[in-house]
């Protein structure tokens, strides 16, 4: 069996936990926006461990890494995602519900990790599409109460927050049997 672990990460945040798995496991870590051979990465491939941060409830470079005609015959796909949201089995459910629930796999597992928050090492796009964020839930909390997604949005805007905790992998390297 072959295994291998990709991630795309914009601030860090996924690829700490990439690198965590990876090393657990004795797999290698590949960046999938600097994989350039990523057909060549994939080759043999028989479990993919997939990880990348949550924009908009959408994974970071799922769809991407899915649409490649390698992933068709890959027998296992563990996705793992981040996000700022506390973990439950809510949160659970809407993002495989956004982002998995087409895949015509049935051997397709999903996690989700929290992660962090740092402005600074957003792209200059993102930066932007956060500020109008910041805006549209400053404006509601005008209007009535707010979710706590929204309150702890608007109380880390401004600082770098890590919430990352390698004891949350223990469950997909342990079931993982390679």
């Known amino acids: 069996m072959k295994a291998v672990v990709v991630y795309s990460s914009k601030t860090g945040f996924t690829k700490k936990y990439a690198e965590w798995i990876a090393e657990d496991l004795s797999l290698e870590a590949y960046d999938l926006e600097e994989s350039d051979n990523l057909k060549e990465v994939l080759s043999g491939v028989d479990t993919l461990i997939f990880g990348g941060g949550l924009y908009a409830i959408g ?12 992933t068709k015959s890959i027998s296992n796909i ?13 949160v659970q459910r809407e993002i495989f519900k956004n982002n998995l629930k087409d895949v015509e796999k049935n051997n397709v597992r999903l996690y ?11 792209s200059l796009i993102d930066q932007l599409l956060m500020r109008m964020l910041k805006l549209k839930i400053q404006w509601k909390k005008k209007k009535g109460p707010l979710s706590s997604d929204e309150k702890g ?6 600082r770098k927050v890590d919430f990352t905790d390698r004891n949350l992998i223990r469950e997909l390297v342990d079931m993982k049997s390679l």
Do not use: P, W
């Open 59 to 70: 994974i970071n470079g799922l769809k991407k890494l899915l649409n490649e005609n390698q």
């Open 78 to 90: 563990f996705v793992f995602c981040t996000g700022l949201s506390l973990r439950s089995v809510e």
């Open 153 to 158: 949005m608007l109380a880390v805007f401004h």
């Open 112 to 122: 989700y990790y929290r992660g962090g928050f740092d402005f600074q090492k957003l």
